[in-house]
C-alpha cells in the first residue's frame, strides 16, 4: 500500500532537535565536532613544503579537484589549505564550527572548507552511532535493543500509539519536526522502526515517511537513497562520499545567515508551521539566540505548551529560557533534571497523539 497525502492540517505537535537528541545515538555535540574538524584540517607540511600524513585525504582531493572539471570552485589548493589552518586553529575559540563560519560569512573559502569538514565528520558519525546497519549483509536489520532507552522509542511509541496502519497518514500529518541537526538520524530510524513494527515494505515505510514535514534549516548531509521525492544529493546513512559527492553534498549546508535567506532556504514554512502548532517540544536544544529567531521571529500567536529539556544547564538558564517562552506558549516546561527520553515519559499524556 503507497499512501497519499492528506490535505494541510495544522501540527499537534513540533519536534525541535538539537545536537543533544542525535547525542542519544552516539553522535556528536558541538565541542566534539570541533575537535573532529580541527583534526579533519590538520593539514602540515615539512620544511621544504612536502605534505605530511596529517589531516583528511579525502578533503585534500576534494581540494585538487576543486577548480577543475564538474566541480568548479574559484580557489587553488594552497588557498583552501590555509583557510583550513585558520579554521583548525580557532575551533578551541569558537563556540561552535557554525558560529565561526558565519563570522566568515564573506569569506567563501572558510564557508567551502568547513563545508566540507563538517560532511566528512557527520557521515563518520552516523557510521558510528546505534543506528548504523552493516551493508555487508542485506538482511542486517537496525539494532532496535540498543535503543529501546533512549528518546527515539520512546517517541515512535508516542507517534503510534492505539495507531493502525491505515490511520499512519492522518497521524504523521498532525505532527512536523525541525531539526537543527546536519544528520539523518531521526529520519533514518522512523523509515526502519515502521518496517520493523507494522511488518511492511521499504517502499511502504518510504511513502508514510515522505508524509512527515521534516525541515532542516541548516541543510543535512545528503538526502537518504530512499527519499525519492527529494531531489538532493543521495547517500546511505553512514557512507563515506566519493569526492564529488563530498563536494556537492557540502554545498548543501547552510550557515545562520543563509539558513534564514528565503532564497535559499524553508525558513517560511518554519515558521509557518510553528505558529501554527499547538504543541511544541524540544529535544537536546541549545537555545541559541540565532536558532530561537529564525522559529519564532514574527510570531504574534501563542501555542498551548512548550516542552523542554535543559539537561545539565543552570537553574538561572533555565529560568531564563521559560521566562523567553513567558509571551509565545500557556503552559511551559523547561526541565534541566531529565534528558530527552526522561522528558517525553514524564509527559507522555500531555504529548499524546492518540486521536481517537
Known amino acids: ?28 555535540v558541538g565541542a566534539d565536532l570541533k575537535h573532529q574538524i580541527a583534526k579533519k584540517l590538520d593539514f602540515k607540511f615539512d620544511d621544504v ?36 589552518c585558520l579554521i583548525r586553529d580557532a575551533m578551541p575559540m569558537a563556540i561552535s564550527i557554525d558560529n565561526f563560519i558565519d563570522s566568515h560569512r564573506n569569506d567563501e573559502l572558510v564557508a567551502f572548507c568547513g563545508k566540507l569538514a563538517i560532511t566528512r565528520c557527520i557521515l563518520e558519525e552516523e557510521a558510528r552511532s546505534k543506528l548504523f546497519i552493516n551493508p555487508s549483509n542485506i538482511n542486517n536489520k537496525l539494532n532496535f535493543g540498543g535503543i529501546q532507552n533512549t528518546w527515539f522509542n520512546a517517541f515512535f511509541q508516542l507517534l503510534t500509539e492505539n495507531c493502525q496502519k491505515e490511520n499512519l497518514p492522518e497521524r504523521l500529518q498532525k505532527v512536523a519536526v525541525v531539526s537543527f541537526n546536519y544528520d539523518r538520524c531521526f529520519e533514518h530510524c522512523l523509515y526502519f522502526w515502521l518496517q520493523q513494527y ?9 511513502s508514510i515517511v515522505a508524509l512527515l514535514e521534516v525541515h532542516h534549516p541548516y541543510g543535512s548531509v545528503g538526502a537518504l537513497p530512499w527519499m525519492t521525492q ?49 504543541r511544541l517540544l524540544f529535544l537536546g536544544f541549545a537555545f541559541h539566540r540565532l536558532n530561537l529567531d529564525l522559529l519564532f521571529s514574527g510570531l504574534t500567536s501563542r501555542t498551548t505548551s512548550v516542552f523542554a529539556t535543559a539537561f545539565g544547564l543552570s537553574q538561572s538558564n533555565s529560568d531564563q529560557i521559560k521566562d523567553g517562552f513567558s509571551d509565545k506558549a500557556q503552559f511551559i516546561q523547561i526541565r534541566n533534571d531529565l534528558t530527552c527520553s526522561k522528558l517525553i515519559s514524564e509527559y507522555t499524556r500531555r504529548l499524546s497523539l492518540n486521536l481517537s
Open 198 to 206: 507494522y511488518g511492511i515494505s521499504k517502499d511502504e515505510a518510504a
Open 230 to 278: 527529494s531531489k538532493k544529493e543521495k547517500i546511505e546513512y553512514g557512507a563515506t562520499p566519493n569526492t564529488h559527492q563530498l563536494i556537492t553534498i557540502s554545498k548543501l549546508l547552510r550557515t545562520f545567515t543563509e539558513g534564514t535567506d528565503p532564497s535559499v532556504s524553508d525558513i517560511e514554512s518554519i515558521r509557518a508551521t510553528v505558529a501554527n502548532a499547538e
Open 49 to 84: 613544503g612536502r605534505p605530511e600524513n596529517s589531516g583528511d585525504d579525502e578533503i585534500m582531493r576534494a581540494f585538487q579537484v576543486a577548480n577543475t572539471g564538474p566541480d568548479v570552485y574559484p580557489a587553488n589548493k594552497q588557498s583552501l589549505i590555509k583557510a583550513s
Open 1 to 28: 500500500m503507497i499512501f497519499k497525502e492528506l490535505p494541510m492540517l495544522n501540527k499537534s505537535l513540533l519536534l525541535v532537535l538539537g545536537a543533544g537528541a542525535s547525542n542519544e545515538v552516539g553522535l556528536p
